[in-house]
C-alpha cells in the first residue's frame, strides 16, 4: 500500500469513528504500528488530525476529508454514474458542473465521449471547481468558463460573491450537482454553506439539474440545503440504492437511473 492510499485510510477511519489508537490502525492497515505513529506524526503536522499519546483525533474543524483524500470512495459506482450522467448531455449544450469527486469523474467521462472530440465548441462547461477546469483546459473542443470567487482547499471549488457575479450573467442547459447528501425531505445538501450558496446559483441558471450521487449519499442531510427535490429533474446513483427509496423519489417527480 503506498502512503498515500494509507493516508487516505486512516483518514477514512479517523473520520469514521472519531479516535484511533497506534495498534488499532496498525491491525487495520496491516502495517507496523512505528509506520502508523509516522503517518500520525506527519498528518498532524498538516493539521489533518490531532496527536494524542498512543493515537490520534479528528482534527476539530475536519467535518469533511479534502477532494484528495476522498478519490477512492466508491470509485467505480462513481465512475458508472459519471458515464451515465455524460451520456445525459447533449452535443453543444452548456453544462454547469460543481466541485467533488463524482463531478470529476463526469469531467472525465464527458472528455472521452467519442461524440465530442469536436465542435465549435462541441460544449461549453462551466464550473467554480479548479481541478475540473484544469482537467478539461486542454480540450480545445471545449470551451472553459470558470468563475471567480476563493478557492476552498477542501474541494477546490471557487466560493463568495466574485462567483456568483460570473453565474448571474450566464444560463446553461444542465447543472450537474455533486451533493454532500440528498433526501427527499430535505432536498439536496453539502457540508458547507458558501459551496451550498454556490451550487444554488448554479440549480437556478440551469434548465434542468441532475444530482450525480452514489447511494451511501441518499436519505441523508448535511449541513447546508442548496435546493429543494422539486428542483432536481433526474438522480443518477448506483444499483445499491433500495427499491423504496427509488419510489419515494420517483413519486416527488425525480427521475432515477441507477447504474
Not at 496498525?26 to 498532524?44: K, M
Not at 448531455?89 to 463531478?103: I, M, N, R
Not at 453539502?190 to 441518499?218: F, P
Request: charged fraction near 20%.
Amino acid at each position: 500500500m503506498s502512503r498515500d492510499a494509507r493516508w487516505q485510510a486512516l483518514l477514512e477511519l479517523l473520520v469514521e469513528q472519531g479516535r484511533l489508537d497506534v495498534d488499532e490502525a496498525a491491525t487495520a492497515l496491516g502495517v507496523s504500528a512505528a509506520t502508523i505513529r509516522r503517518d500520525f506524526d506527519q498528518l498532524a503536522e498538516q493539521q489533518m488530525l490531532v496527536r494524542t499519546r498512543g493515537g490520534a483525533l479528528v482534527h476539530g474543524v475536519s467535518y469533511e476529508l479534502p477532494l484528495r483524500y476522498k478519490t477512492a470512495r466508491q470509485a467505480s459506482e462513481k465512475q458508472r454514474i459519471a458515464k451515465a450522467v455524460a451520456d445525459l448531455v447533449a452535443p453543444g449544450e452548456a453544462v454547469g458542473l460543481t466541485g467533488g469527486t463524482t463531478t470529476t469523474e463526469v469531467a472525465r467521462a464527458l472528455a472521452v465521449r467519442p461524440e465530442l472530440a469536436t465542435g465549435s465548441p462541441a460544449l461549453t462547461i462551466v464550473t467554480n471547481a479548479l481541478n475540473i477546469a484544469n482537467e478539461l483546459a486542454v480540450r480545445p473542443q471545449f470551451k472553459i468558463v470558470v468563475t471567480g470567487g476563493v478557492a476552498r482547499p477542501q474541494s477546490y471549488e471557487l466560493t463568495g460573491p466574485l462567483a456568483g457575479g460570473v453565474l448571474n450573467q450566464i444560463t446553461m442547459d444542465v447543472a450537474v450537482l455533486g451533493v454532500g447528501a440528498f433526501d427527499v425531505t430535505h432536498g439536496a445538501s453539502a457540508h458547507d454553506e458558501d459551496e451550498a450558496g454556490i451550487n444554488r446559483l448554479l440549480c437556478e441558471r440551469a434548465e434542468r439539474v441532475v444530482v450525480a450521487a452514489d447511494s451511501t449519499k441518499l436519505g441523508k442531510r448535511t449541513f447546508a440545503r442548496i435546493c429543494a427535490t422539486s428542483q432536481v429533474g433526474t438522480l443518477v446513483t448506483d444499483t445499491a440504492v433500495p427499491e423504496e427509496m427509488v419510489a419515494a423519489f420517483t413519486e416527488a417527480g425525480v427521475t432515477v437511473l441507477a447504474v
